[in-house]
């Protein structure tokens, strides 16, 4: 059951682009998650072994540390930057007899362990994939805090991007309308802290029905947890053969994460009623200020980036996890370019 009736392009606050503004409505939310709550506590059911070290990495109110304990774990560091959400979680998690909790507060960048860990659990990943900058954050923590025969939760993660034509998201867009939970997830407040010169130059949480599809989803990220470099710049270029004719407002974003050998996470679904959405992620949308006219048997090349940092918001540890993007391209008909499309979050 859903904890917060949302609808098919209805755009909400992306939550990913402002990661210290959360609160515990957030994490209610996030709690309240059936397809996180059941893939993460089936995954862990499986990796988790008796006696073993674990350092959940983003903790928050400590729900995967509890399954880690339940599952036989011994110690499980929790690292979290909300001390007030960490200090609930000590709380709840002592109170259910689970003494083996070693709370951190901070940035896992600023910390160290007294220990080498067995596993490293996290659920850091964003709509986009990696725009809560799982990719570095999880390169760091395998480097410096998991054993040489230690192994990762999630394994691996793909990121897809397909052209949609919504003109009901473009509205909503156009003239600042954004849900969030309460009152204190505001839209301009969030494109003015990031710099941008436009609301059509971030993303946006959107469940995007997959009629509005006007071509078939792309990879634009492939990566393993356990193999993969930080990566905290890449590109990707890509094309979509656009399968009919319609108004092209921008580009639905999800991600598969394999947390395990045997479970996988995908945040793909689209029906809101069959329950095979995901509450506290939905799809990312990426918008164009400018919708385009596309025509079946064009074809729309998207170049996709991840771009370098830019630590210009004034609070450096919310810079530091900062995740930037841009989306821009061109449609082709006949060979020919007949239009150009570009945003950036810059």
């Known amino acids: 059951m859903h904890s917060t009736r949302y609808e098919a392009e209805e755009v909400w606050f992306p939550c ?21 709550m059941q893939a993460y506590s089936a995954a862990i059911a499986q990796v988790v ?10 903790t928050g109110t400590g729900i995967l540390a509890r399954w880690a304990f339940e599952a036989g774990a011994t110690t499980v560091y929790g690292v979290e930057v909300n001390q007030t ?11 259910a007899g689970f003494t083996g909790f070693r709370p951190i ?14 596993l490293v659990i996290s659920e850091i990943i964003g709509n986009l994939g990696d725009n ?22 999630p394994l691996r993660l793909t990121t897809t991007l397909v052209p949609v034509s919504s003109p009901a998201i473009h509205a909503q867009i156009a003239t600042g309308r954004c849900r969030g939970l309460n009152g204190h997830y505001e839209l301009e407040r969030l494109v003015t802290t990031l710099g941008l010169s436009s609301r059509f130059n971030l993303y946006y949480d959107v469940i995007v029905p997959s009629p509005c599809q ?39 974003g999800s991600f598969a994460a394999a947390l395990s050998d045997r ?6 679904g689209d029906d809101i009623a069959g329950g095979t959405t995901s509450d506290s992620w939905k799809h990312s949308y990426l918008p164009l200020e400018t919708p385009l006219s596309t025509r079946t048997g ?26 930037r993007y841009s989306w821009r391209g061109s449609i082709e008909r006949a060979g020919r370019v007949v239009a150009t499309f570009s945003q950036a979050m810059s």
């Open 85 to 95: 959400i960490l200090a609930d979680a000590e709380q709840t998690l002592r109170a």
């Open 105 to 118: 507060n901070g940035l896992s960048y600023d910390i160290s362990l007294p220990e080498r860990v067995d």
């Open 16 to 36: 990913s682009a402002n990661i210290f503004g959360w609160e515990q409505d957030f994490h209610g939310l996030m709690l309240n998650d059936r397809i996180r």
């Open 298 to 323: 064009d074809l729309i090349r998207l170049v996709f980036e991840r771009l370098p940092d830019r630590l210009q918001t004034g609070n450096e540890s919310a810079a530091r996890l900062s995740c």
């Open 132 to 153: 809560e900058d799982c990719l570095r954050i999880l390169a760091d923590a395998r480097e410096r805090f998991l054993k040489p025969s230690g192994s990762m939760l």
């Open 263 to 268: 479970v996988v996470l995908d945040i793909a």
């Open 214 to 252: 006007v071509a078939d989803p792309q990879t634009v990220l492939e990566h393993d947890f356990l193999t993969s470099p930080a990566r905290p710049s890449y590109r990707q270029d890509v094309e979509f053969p656009v399968t009919r004719d319609a108004l092209l407002t921008g580009f639905k």
């Open 49 to 58: 072994r008796p006696g073993m070290t674990i350092l959940d990495l983003g």
